[in-house]
């Protein structure tokens, strides 16, 4: 199912998720942008155990989906970060700093118990709409 109006966003450039959500949703001058993972967005499958691997896919899925909304990176205000382990910290910050422009969003992190489909990390977002 493919939902696109003004105020709903399903991404035909991500996988194709039966789930009963949006892969973003407009309130007056914000995008809410739902939680993403590593998802190869041709099989649905995380595409690797490699944190870094998984986060460079992570934040390739949700530069597609920026686009997607006619904003970039740049338009971010808020970010949650999910993860499942706090060993990959560094990591994250690694590859967060390269993928977000500077001055970056503001940010929580959270470990969690376990995300889907095994993913280590999860994203959701908070963006300025153009």
Known sequence: MSIDSPRHHFSDRLFASDAPFSHARRAGDLWFIS??????????????????????????????????????????????VCLVDYADFGVLNRVYAEALPAPFPARVTLQVPGLPLGARFQIDAVAEAA
Request: aromatic share 2%; hydrophobic share 50%.
């Open 35 to 80: 939680g993403l993972i590593g998802q190869d967005p041709e099989t649905g499958a995380v595409v690797s155990d490699d944190p870094a691997e998984q986060l460079v896919r992570l934040f390739a899925n949700l530069r597609l989906l920026l686009e997607d909304l006619g904003v970039g990176p740049a338009a971010l205000v808020k970010v949650t």
